[in-house]
């Protein structure tokens, strides 16, 4: 199966559901419940040791910048699967995946590089450069347009948070996309 050439504004948007009920609860060796993406619960599971093969394709995907559904998407695998090699819960990869996966690198490293250039300013420079092109400098208003809420805006106003590569260069796609609507109506 041949990896597909990596363009990251036609990647569907994956929403992730929070587990319900007891599924979001262990209990602790207190006895009490704690939530499982906490710091207790996570100091309390073992760092697996990953494989050479496992640990290339985490690099590859951090090399890439992509989020792990994109990077799921890329290879032609499902989210599942790819979870269960990057987080070792399988003994390996399979030489099909890290011969996609190798080729995606391959054939993208350069438009990565590019994306990791163009976005390793600070969060609130960029934002000053899409507000700017949308020529607008409400929070509330840039915050519609790129599909956030507004407390999003702030943090990265603020350069606490920034979302990740993928997620970056889809709202400067969005941001190109309505500076051009905006001039072929005018």
């Known amino acids: 199966m041949k990896a597909r050439r990596l363009e990251l ?6 929403t992730m559901v929070p587990p319900t009920g007891d599924a979001r609860t262990k209990k602790a060796k207190s006895g009490r419940a704690v939530k499982k993406g906490s710091s207790t619960a996570k ?4 760092k697996v040791q990953l494989s050479k093969e496992q640990q290339e ?3 590859i995907k951090n090399t ?7 990077f799921a998407i890329m290879l032609d695998i499902g989210l599942p699967r ?3 090699y990057t987080y070792g819960r399988t003994a390996s990869v ?5 011969n996609n996966a190798r080729q995606l690198l391959a054939e993208n490293s350069k438009i990565s590089m590019q ?23 409400s929070d509330a208003q840039l915050a519609a347009m790129l599909g956030v809420v507004g407390m999003t805006i702030n943090r990265w106003k603020k350069n606490e948070t920034r ?10 796609r969005i941001v190109e996309l309505i500076v051009s609507n905006t001039k072929i109506r005018k």
């Open 64 to 70: 890439l910048g992509l989020r792990h559904q994109d």
């Open 82 to 84: 790819l979870s269960s």
């Open 163 to 172: 979302p990740d590569l993928s997620a970056l260069n889809r709202y400067d």
């Open 57 to 59: 394709l985490v690099d």
């Open 115 to 137: 994306i990791r250039e163009k976005f390793s300013r600070p969060m609130s420079e960029i934002l000053n450069e899409w507000a700017e092109k949308l020529g607008t400098r």
């Open 94 to 98: 399979p030489a099909e995946v890290m």
């Open 43 to 46: 100091k309390q599971k073992s």
């Open 9 to 14: 504004d036609s990647l569907p948007s994956v």
